[in-house]
């Protein structure tokens, strides 16, 4: 039997593919447990995609909201911590008052943020895309400036929420310890929006508000006939989806790491809204686009980590680090490419509604 894949690996192409697969295989805990943690501020960015534009309202504005939360939530994270010291962090979460004042301050900023976007595109009737480059230009902008101003002052947080530490026995079952494992060691923001992804695929196709909702995306002017009140709606969808953004830039600087780098969001806000796209607008499918992009990212880091021998691992020691840097963007655009044109956006997204006049 060991004859086998020691067969396999001789050939020319099939044996580094085998050899892959292998590799993959024996690092599928640490990959999965990666691969989950980079996908939830992409499956945040998607759920506020798919809560705007499920209503009719473009939002591209969603890398600068979640910018703007991240830079908000830590510095008012150092603020709180000088004024009332770090504290001791609870046994759950390593949770303080500094960190969920930040919190708070980083989901009431996305919220205020993503009024803006609603005042601009749907009383304004700007043009939606140009409503969300002027809050993503001004977000880099503004956050890199005043990052820049308090840096040498504040080069620390308020520290950052712990992980879940699942029990070893639970995390040795065999067949689905490892899947477990990868679900629920993540901190407080992660583990919520695995919650809100099923709360949201739910209600937006089993409830009222989930109805109404599609009706506005799809037909506002019939929509309004049966009493719904569409401008309404869509304020309502679009400020909520802006805390959805926010706990996106707070898990960047206050659950991934301990403090606000300019540009940090690295273009998550975009790569969730392909995963919108290719999740064909609804929860679950922006989830595991989500997930489907974020396995670039805990494949490279894997590889760089821990690099596969033989053959395998020659050939990748040639790959430039670049590669892997720009490997989950390059999955993304290709993923995209193929899906544009099958994926159908809601009939009046991104069209400004206008009531008629009751004379």
């Known amino acids: 039997m060991n004859g086998i894949p020691q067969a ?11 050899q892959l697969v292998g590799y993959v295989l024996s690092n599928l805990g640490y990959m999965s447990q990666t691969t989950v943690a980079v996908a939830v501020p992409i499956t945040l960015a998607a759920l506020c ?37 770090v504290g001791t962090p609870l046994p759950l979460f390593g949770v303080t008052l500094p960190l969920l004042l930040g919190l708070a301050a980083a989901i009431l900023v996305g919220m205020v943020v993503s009024l803006l976007h609603a ?27 005043l990052y820049t101003l308090v840096a040498s002052q504040a080069p620390t947080g308020a520290g950052s929420f712990a992980q879940y530490k699942v029990p070893g026995q639970v995390a040795d079952l065999p067949l689905v310890g490892w899947l477990i494992n990868a679900v629920l060691s993540q901190g407080p923001i992660g583990l919520s929006t695995i919650v809100i992804v099923i709360m949201l695929q739910i209600m937006l196709f089993r409830s009222r508000w989930g109805l109404r909702t599609r009706a506005a995306g799809e037909h ?71 997930l489907l992009f974020a396995s670039a990212t805990g494949l490279s880091t894997s590889l760089q980590i821990s690099p596969p021998a033989g053959d395998l691992g020659q050939l990748m020691g040639h790959v430039p680090g670049e590669f892997w840097e720009a490997l989950p963007y390059i999955i993304t655009i290709v993923v995209l490419a193929g899906v544009i044109g099958r994926s159908i956006a809601p009939a009046a997204d991104g069209k400004p509604y206008e009531r008629e006049s009751a004379t």
């Open 49 to 85: 995609g798919v809560m705007c534009e499920r209503s009719g309202v473009v939002n591209i504005g969603i890398e600068g909201t979640m910018l703007a939360a991240a830079f908000i939530g830590w510095i008012v994270g150092v603020a709180a911590s000088a004024l009332f010291g």
């Open 220 to 290: 506002p002017r019939a929509a309004e006939t049966v009493g719904i009140d569409v401008i309404r709606l869509r304020y309502r969808n679009v400020v909520m989806s802006g805390a959805l953004a926010a706990l996106g830039g707070a898990w960047l600087s206050m659950e991934q790491t301990n403090g606000f780098n300019a540009d940090m969001t690295a273009g998550r806000g975009f790569i969730g809204l392909a995963a919108m796209i290719v999740g064909r607008w609804t929860p679950l499918g922006a989830f595991g686009a989500a």
């Open 8 to 18: 396999l690996d001789a050939l020319p192409i099939l044996g580094m593919l085998f």
């Open 119 to 145: 005042w601009l595109a749907i009383s304004m009737k700007v043009d939606q895309i140009i409503s969300g480059t002027i809050i993503n230009i001004g977000a880099a902008g503004i956050t890199g400036y």
